[in-house]
């Protein structure tokens, strides 16, 4: 029973463009969500997050919107740049807290020059 | 980057032995997790801990066992390894509240 799907396995887009990389989720508690990067031999590195009081959050190029009566995430990514290019996992967890993190599969996102 | 060692990065061992990962950490935080990655399953949590000698199972604790000693350090044992254990783990480590988890670089884990 997956909890957090991340349907699309990859993504390809070319620089300068945005990309939007989609979450979803089943469970209902679920009250914080967090995006993390992943390059390979790397470990998943914090890119930004957002509670479910809020319905966006910015942080550069980096935007998460929750739209929580669909259950769905996504993060935009504008321009897109070619260091882009990574693994990006969905992740949440309910109660408030960091704890327990329920992560997606992951989206390979490539960014053509 | 968060202090966060684990050793070794690179790991391979025949099956039915005993392994053993270790996390070492610099920053004082009180959660410690361990996660594994799987082609085609994303992070699964293994075991966390939420104090010294204070731990708890995850997602997919089956076969591992986990020790927390010092706030430093968190171990993750394969009593008897097993090839479906072949994978990636990373450790994490958090504060409190909502601050984000940060992961150490992994340790790759190979059983023959």
């Known amino acids: 029973d997956q909890q957090v799907k991340q349907n699309s396995p990859s993504l390809s887009v070319q620089e300068g463009r945005i990309s939007i990389l989609n979450c979803d989720y089943t469970?209902?508690?679920?009250?914080?969500f967090l995006w993390y990067k992943k390059y390979p031999a790397e470990g998943p590195t914090f890119l930004i997050s957002?509670?479910?009081?809020?319905d966006k959050n910015e942080d550069g190029r980096f935007t998460v919107f929750l739209n929580k009566s669909a259950k769905h995430l996504s993060l935009h990514i504008v321009p897109s740049q070619p260091g882009d290019s990574a693994v990006y996992f969905c992740?949440?967890?309910?109660?408030?807290?960091?704890?327990?993190?329920?992560f997606g599969k992951g989206t390979l996102l490539t960014v053509n020059p | 980057d968060a202090g966060i060692t684990q050793s070794p990065r690179h790991k391979v061992t025949e099956t039915g032995t005993p392994v053993t990962l270790r996390c070492h950490q610099t920053?004082?935080?009180?959660?410690m997790y361990w996660y594994r990655q799987d082609p085609g399953h994303g992070l699964r949590l293994i075991h966390y801990?939420?104090?010294?000698?204070?731990?708890d199972k995850g997602e997919v604790s089956d076969g591992y066992s986990v020790s927390r000693s010092k706030t430093e350090d968190f171990l993750l044992t394969l009593e008897s390894a097993t090839s479906s254990q072949t994978s990636v783990y990373f450790c994490?480590?958090?504060?409190?509240?909502?601050?984000?988890?940060?992961f150490g670089d992994g340790t790759r884990l190979s059983i023959l």
């Open positions: 994490a480590i958090s504060g409190l509240g909502t601050q984000p988890q940060h």
């Open positions: 469970n209902s508690m679920f009250d914080y």
């Open positions: 957002i509670s479910s009081i809020k």
């Open positions: 992740a949440a967890n309910s109660g408030g807290s960091n704890y327990k993190l329920t």
């Open positions: 920053e004082n935080h009180r959660y």
């Open positions: 801990s939420y104090g010294v000698k204070d731990t």
